[in-house]
């Protein structure tokens, strides 16, 4: 019993992780229209920003600000440079952008910063918090209340008139010009909040496994959060945080053993299928309009 | 009521919801073979849905359509359409990458038996059929005078030529039924004249049963033989044209007082 | 007469952890025998490529290298020598396989033209599991936990500790986790609950230093935990304090107190020409880049003794008469034989101390008939097409 | 003093497709103009050259010049331009699908104050009390004059000096038109607010401007105050339907052509 | 000039759908399949065997995804899956004894059955739902082939190719190897030009641009999805058991990863979607392109022009690459196939500069 609540306490704050990631994704695609792949690899970048101001010997509760606004900055860049010029574009493409991003981004960090996994110590300690025989992850705590506290952020955030105007532009580009929105500030912003969110989960994330292009690959269970909870949906990033958490924890804490292989990236990858299967626009997510 | 026997399309008590909006309430209509039937009726008053009713987008949830005397309401569109239902919509929805032309074959769609395993030996198995199919749409686009566009991409060409092509490609599929959704939606005064001469011309060819809906009232007058006046889902007013419209139910929900002359 | 040697490697995707101060060792070396003079006077320039993991790539750099003349290259890569495997053989050029690629390759017999040279991963888990016998007061009905990326990598110490658990008598459970290991909780509930004496961690770059804390994060004692060749000054320092008394199997010895790298300190980096940051000098992974190339030129000094110039083949000589080369106490003296291309799989456990890697035990093989049996036969099952 | 004025605007489509060459116009403050044409004309491309929103569909004004309240802003980014007064409802409704019909108001104000936008949002309700009802459902699954409601009424919260309406009456119902048309001549009247306005409904838009210009292949070939156009005889052929009702079924077959265009 | 339109005229249907409707464009068509022939005899094997041949291979490849993607408009981001099935399959095949040209068949009907099961997901959802969904197959099948040994081939999870013969001609020398993957390459291009202009492309295309439109015409969308993903997984299929058979001779789980899968995305992307000529011209430049720059840089680099440090040399093809894309997307959104198009029509028209007025 107890190590099934382990299991599911444990996963659920990994799944709070996965949101912190998600939580980007989202906000870029809720108030752009953009489904950022390259999500994983700004965490990434966000990974390096951190450790960089470490090892110029910035404290932590002053590189973590710094680093979010370096990522500010960064997102409103990328605006700038690449989202700006695909208004408008089919899915696909933009898609494709920002994979084609995604890998400039782990070839270019890395490649300049270095490869070798960096430290970085925001000062969590090690100790689990234990109750009874069960063992919880501290960073991972954290990391889950850090999440839900952004999430809720988030939450009021889109209730203003400039979170509406954001909406406003996900849904239409062009109407949204027609009424003097400007959407590339808009999408410039949302890239921007992504990217603090990117400096959290980066954090979080790099102190536990280290800062290296490996962070990018965290965009997978990411897709499987948002996914399930609807792309366009913030408390969405949540629910579906916990889910995969506690299912990518629970499942294979009983059958890995059994299989002799990780199930963990099986059970990522049917929660995908099975979401898009059944109800393909997540449990939280808007639909397509489609009149005919 | 199964309808008499020169009745090709007979909708029986037909209810549509969606979520809480109930779109159709019981409505029912009789369209008789080689007639044009009109729809008409204020925005959101039902009429695409009910045409969407018919050729299997929105299946009714109550009532029953019948085709021929066939139940057709359960069946997918694209059954449906192999039954002799053809349509066009109220946004032109042309495919994009394709030229007039491959957009006008495409209507034969159901003539046609598409293979890959005949695509891949072109010459001894597909070509003959693919040029019979083509003597075909060459009478349409003749008919429809759609010549010089031919070989021009669709999204090229003006919104008036598109609807044209849209028609030409639901006549291709000599349809029992021809359904036509606004097919006079912004355009102006000629070319409103040329699309109701194509489609007098096209009946009177091909022998067509056409279910238009328009909101155009003097196209509906000179067009239609029978109308149907839909309001909120339900049927205000149905019968010959000229008079249904005078009905001042009508005149109240969808016409509106006529405009001072002055 | 310029000898090359192809260095293409993994730079970028799987391997990052490792290959920049791997290759940074192997340059240094290669710069410091050029400096001193070369070896008969033929110097050695190395022909360095990223593949990113990519046999695709790796088929081109390698085809390109060959052309450009290397005779001996190191792909640091398991798919990518994997996919060359084949077509080295044909073109008699020499593959090294240091930790890495097929530990059946270890039998020349079957692969004539591929060199692992150090202890292959067999040797790797037999050695640590000696050490746990004579160290951890002794083996029989004790318990392994063996935590390992689920990959086939991560798989490959099973059919040694299969064979040693009927031995020994001990007994043994595998934990799997998903690769890139940057979450591992689920897998440590459960070892936790296994409670065993020793813990085995398998895996490489991030996921090393994640398997570390999560490990003590579960209750598990620094000292319990042994780890795989890959482990390294980067992961501990990823890890921080709590780290100290973490053991791991070791091929070479690290520091800057030895012989060559104090030769490569005075030579190369001080003059400039080194080819990577100073600070790695010293560092596990640079001392494995050197000494594979220790190995090599050694090679290729022995395979210029018999007054030919060197080419595939008499690089390949020149490695099967390699006999007690200890690179100056850099690594266990190894002896390669046409039969045995992994130089008798000698190694020896370390400990981090806090500050730097600590030996605990003497090189030394352990259970070589055993190693020598799983390498013989998963080498007739590649004769099968495997 | 006129408020915008176009000086030989010329408009290029993917580097190649000139779609218009030369149009110059003017419309005064507080005036009401429109522009009418054929489908393909270069209407609604004349718009956005006024409003700037060629660019997502890599259109480029290559000559002439739009100037607006004695400035140019040919140069200006679509926002900038809302700022300073012009705004532009789009053909085909556009409106915000996932909103609702509220929030679609408050996408489009952009000033600080709470009161002024509680202003607005009661005029446009009172303007439109039938959008009110529909407070709460997603603005997609609007009727299409619904939609066409809110559209208007989303750009007059943007406090625009010029509004641009390009077809306002697509697809909808006669009553519609009507109240739509009254709404815009209404607006006009009472906030002395400019309007430029496409149409393809000759008739009814001739009643309700001052002035009007028509374009044909991207040029202007007429233009003048809507009395003066509304009796000349090709206008009334090819827009007005000549000057009785046309009897369609007897509509010449040929292509009749237009006297304008050489 | 040599391209013109001038003169040549269609007086029946069955000219105006010829595949090549201007005489100098059969020349060209004509003359570089001959010298594609006679590559082995032209070439050094270095060039032959690391260059033309992968090249030729992912071309069938990226002409096999962009009947898909191109054609059908179904994104599909687990291609590299579908193949690494046609390659598994194959092999397994041939070593129980099935000679290899069925093999190569039966793969490819393993590879479409399996592949037509992404597309069930297909049936549901487009666009990014779609990349997602395949996406997770990707996962699924990688899993699959690491995680069963008897798949993989045992704990170093390496098969390699057994020896074969096709049509009695002994696969095992480069240049026979060739050949073998140029007439594959050469059947796909000819069946890929060829369902463009049948019913059976049209509806493809139909499904592609608006569903419902097509469906209210008679086309079964649910049919025509599946045998979009059939038919486009078959030609995957056999080209993977063709990379393994002609290129790598031993198959290994990475082959086929999740960035394979992207890179031959982009191969048809930054070739142009649905263009054959795209897809070659597609297929070389992902794939030589970041070769030759590293190459070049590699040079540079030796010969002390650009001073730095192996690490960020190493990472540049992986900058390059990824800035090559997002260039494409950016400058020339239709791909190669759209620059050569404009450099076609320059000589068509030429000596005009425009189409249109
Ligand atoms: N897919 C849908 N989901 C929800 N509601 C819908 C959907 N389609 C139509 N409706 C609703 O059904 C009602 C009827 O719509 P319909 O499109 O049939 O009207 P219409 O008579 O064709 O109007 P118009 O003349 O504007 O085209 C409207 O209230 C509309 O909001
Ligand atoms: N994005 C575009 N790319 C290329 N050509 C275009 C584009 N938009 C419009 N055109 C072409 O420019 C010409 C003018 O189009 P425009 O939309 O301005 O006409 P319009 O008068 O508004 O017609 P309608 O009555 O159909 O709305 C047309 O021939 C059209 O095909
Ligand atoms: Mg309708
Ligand atoms: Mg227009």
Known sequence: MAYFVELLINGALTGLMYSLVALGFVLIYKSAGVPNLAQGAVVMVAGYAVWLFLSWGLPVWLSIPAAMVTMFLFGLVVERLLLRRMVGQPVIMVVMLTLGLEILLRGLVPGILGSAPKSIDVGIGFAPVIIGDVFINRTSLVGGIVALLLVGASLLFFRTRLGTKLRAVSDDHISSWAVGISVERAIGISWGLAGIAAVVAGALWGSSQGVDWTLSMLLFPAIAVVILGGVDSIPGVVVGGLVVGILGSVIPGYLDSIVGGSTRDVVTSLIILLTIMVRPFGIFGREDIERI | MTGARDDVLVCDNIVRRFGGVVALKNVSVAVKRGEIFGLVGPNGSGKTTLVNAVTGFYPPQEGRITLDGKKINGLKPYMIASMGVARTFQNVALFHGMSVLDNILMGRHIYMKPNPLASFFYPWWARKEEIENRKKVEEVIDLLQLAPARDEHVDVIPLGLQKRVELARALCAEPKLLVLDEPMAGMNQEEKEYMVRFILDAQEALGLTVLIIEHHMDVVTALCDRILVLNNGQEIAQGPARETIANPLVVEAYIGKPRDAA | ????????????????????????????????????????????????????????RGIEAYNRAKEEGAILFDFLSTPVSAAILDQAGADARVVITPAHGRGD?????????????FATYWAQAANLVEFMKTNGGGIEGKKIAIVHIDSPFGREPLPILDALAEQEGFEYQSFPYASPGNEQSSAWSEVRRYRPDFVLIWGAGGGQAVSVRTAIQNGI??????????????????????MKGVKRFEATASGTELPIIQRIQEKVIATGKGSGEEANVGNSYYNLGVATMAVAVEAARLGLEGGEPLTGETLKAGFEKIAGYDAEGLMPPITITAEDHQGGGAGRISEWDGEAWVPVSDWHAAYPELVRKVIEESAAHYGEGN | MPALVLENVEVIYDKVFLAIKGVSLEVGEGEMVALLGSNGAGKSTTLKSISGLLGPERGLVTRGAVSYDGRPISNMGAPERVAMGLVHVLEGRRIFGHLTPDENLVAAFH????????????????????????????????????????AIGRALMTEPKLIMLDEPSLGLSPLLVQEIFGIISEINAREKMSVLLVEQNAAATLDIVDRAYLIEQGQVVMSGSADVLKSNPDVQDFYLGGADHVDYRNVKHYRRRKRWLA | ???????????????????????????????????????????????????????????????????????????????????????????????????????????????????????AAALRVKGLYLVMATLAMQYLVDWVVVNVPWISGGAHATLRTPAVSFLFM???????????????????????????????????????????????????????KLMAFFTSSFLGGVSGAILAFCYYRAVTPEQFGFNVSIQLVAMVLVGGLGSVIGSYLGAGFVLLAPIFLTNLIAGLAASGWVPVSQNFLSHLPLVIYGAMIIGFLLFEPLGLAKIYDNIRKYFLVWPFRHARS
């Open chain 5, 1 to 119: 000039m040599f391209y013109r339109l001038s003169g040549t005229f269609h007086t029946n249907y069955q000219a105006d759908r010829k595949l090549w409707k201007i005489p100098a464009d059969r020349w060209l068509v004509l003359t570089v399949f001959a010298l594609a022939v006679l590559a082995p005899f032209l070439v050094s094997p270095l060039y032959l065997g690391s260059y033309v041949l992968p090249w030729i291979i992912w071309s069938a490849a990226a002409l096999s995804l962009t009947l898909l993607m191109g054609m059908a408009g179904q994104l599909h981001f687990g291609f590299a899956a579908v193949m690494a099935i046609g390659a598994y399959s194959s092999i397994h095949l041939v070593r129980a004894g099935v000679p290899f040209e069925i093999a190569l068949l039966l793969s490819g009907i393993i590879a479409a059955v399996i592949g037509a099961v992404f597309g």
């Open chain 3, 105 to 117: 390759a270890s039998d020349g017999t079957v692969f004539p033209y591929i060199f692992p040279m």
């Open chain 3, 1 to 56: 007469e310029e000898v090359k040697f192809g260095l293409l490697q993994d730079f970028t995707a799987v391997y990052t952890f490792v290959t920049g101060q791997y290759n940074q060792g192997q340059r240094d070396y290669l710069t410091l025998i050029n400096e001193e003079g070369g070896i008969d006077g033929n110097t050695f320039t190395a022909i360095v490529r990223d593949t990113g993991n990519q046999p695709q």
């Open chain 3, 221 to 242: 004692a620094p000292e319990q935990i042994h780890s795989v060749i890959w482990l390294a000054e980067t992961d501990a320092a990823n890890v921080g304090p709590q």
């Open chain 4, 111 to 150: 000033g600080k104050s709470s009161s002024r936008f509680n202003e607005l949002r009661d005029q446009v309700y009172t303007y439109f009390p039938r959008l009110k009802e529909r407070i709460k459902s997603k603005a997609g699954y609007l009727s299409g004059g619904e939609q066409q409601m809110l």
């Open chain 5, 170 to 224: 002994d696969i095992s020398s480069l240049a026979s190897r060739y050949w073998l993957a140029l007439a594959w390459a050469a059947l796909i291009t000819v069946f890929y030009l060829n369902v463009k202009r049948t019913s059976f492309g049209r509806s493809l295309v139909a499904i592609r641009d608006k569903d419902f439109a097509a469906a209210v015409i008679g086309v079964d969308p649910f049919k025509t």
